[in-house]
C-alpha cells in the first residue's frame, strides 16, 4: 500500500505564499499520476492540480496561474506551491496518487490532508 503524509499547512494572510509537501512511500516511478485536492467547508473534495501520465499539469481555472505543483523523484516528494492566496483558498489539501497494477486495476490513494486557511 502507498501511503501519503501531507504537511506545511497553517493559517496565511492573503496574498501571501505557502508551500505544502506531500511525502510518497513508494517509488513515484511506480505511479500512474499524481496531484493535489481540496475540500472547503460545505463543499465537496474538489482537483487542485495533477500531473498526467504524459507529463503534462491540469490545474482548476481558480488556481491557474497562482499554484505549482512540482517532484523531486529521488526524495519521494510532491510539493504544491501556492500563491496570492486568496480567502477562497481555505480548505483541507490533500495529496492523491494512483497506481495501476495487474489484476489489481487502478489503485487510489489519499493523504489524511493539512488544513490551509486564508482569512478574510
Known amino acids: 500500500q502507498v501511503r501519503l503524509v501531507e504537511s506545511g499547512g497553517g493559517l496565511v494572510q492573503p496574498g501571501r505564499s505557502l508551500r505544502l509537501s506531500c511525502s510518497i512511500s513508494?517509488?513515484?516511478?511506480?505511479?500512474?499520476?499524481m496531484g493535489w485536492y481540496r475540500q472547503a467547508p460545505g463543499k465537496e473534495r474538489e482537483l487542485v492540480g495533477s500531473?498526467?501520465?504524459?507529463?503534462?499539469?491540469n490545474f482548476a481555472d481558480s488556481v491557474k496561474g497562482r499554484f505549482i505543483i512540482s517532484t523531486d523523484y529521488a526524495k519521494n516528494t510532491m510539493s504544491l506551491q501556492m500563491n496570492s492566496l486568496k480567502p477562497e483558498d481555505t480548505a483541507i489539501y490533500f495529496c492523491?496518487?494512483?497506481?495501476?497494477?495487474?489484476?489489481?486495476?487502478?489503485?487510489?490513494?489519499w493523504g489524511q490532508g493539512t488544513q490551509v486557511t486564508v482569512p478574510s
Open positions: 492523491n496518487v494512483d497506481q495501476l497494477l495487474a489484476g489489481q486495476g487502478r489503485l487510489v490513494y
Open positions: 513508494a517509488s513515484m516511478h511506480s505511479l500512474n499520476t
Open positions: 500531473l498526467t501520465v504524459g507529463g503534462g499539469t
